[in-house]
């Protein structure tokens, strides 16, 4: 409500040349097949953030571009920038994130429910997802060959997934932790999706995961980050 006093306090000058300070876009170098940067891309959309979306084939080796190599020496997508600040590994992106930008949080407060949250995406991307990556991949099928290699991917993800439908016996909330959207959320639906489609992963036999992939199918953030709906993803 206005007082009727006058301010002395200095305006702002919107004549010719004044030109308002648009906000640093984020940028995000990564594949769109990438389970690491589809983690990243859910967690952008849930805290509505927008972004540059910067593509980084790894089929044909854009990984080890000097300029991209210069943001990430060990040269693995995603990779972010903020402005003066580049962040590689989506762990730590989506850490960055949750201290930097923290609306839609991703931690939970509780530490029994925050260190559940680790423990699932700690399961995903150390126990899983590394052992079907491309480098891992390539060597197995140049050592032996590539149906060795779709072996070994199903062994190591029917391993976790095990591990984690044990974690998550008797979920009953909508997500894997409670009934928002969380850190663990984040890291499942890309293992599960890759899992599905790349590895023909059977998931009847893992219902609770099994549940929460309907869950996430039905979440814009997730729908919009899928492989299939990125710029770089092949036409056909």
Known sequence: MASGCSSNAPQAITGAGAVPEAPVKLKLYCFWRSSCSQRVRIALNLKGLEYEYKPVNLLTNEQSDPEFER??????????????????????????????????????????????????????????????????????????DSNEAIKWTQHHINRGFTALEKLLKGCNTTYATGNEIQLADVFLEPQIYGGIKRFGIDMSIYPVLARLHEAYMEHPAFLAALPEKQPDAPSS
């Not at 730590?92 to 680790?118: F, G, M, S, T």
């Not at 423990?119 to 140049?142: D, M, R």
């Open 71 to 144: 943001l990430n020496p060990i040269k693995y997508v995603p990779a972010l920038v903020d402005g003066d600040t580049v962040i590689a590994d989506s762990f730590a992106i989506l850490l960055y994130l949750e201290d930097v930008y923290p609306q839609h949080p991703l931690l939970p407060q509780d530490p029994q429910k925050r260190a559940l949250n680790i423990q699932i995406a700690s399961i995903v991307g150390s126990s899983i997802q590394p052992l079907q990556n491309y480098p891992a991949l390539n060597f197995i099928e140049e050592k032996l």
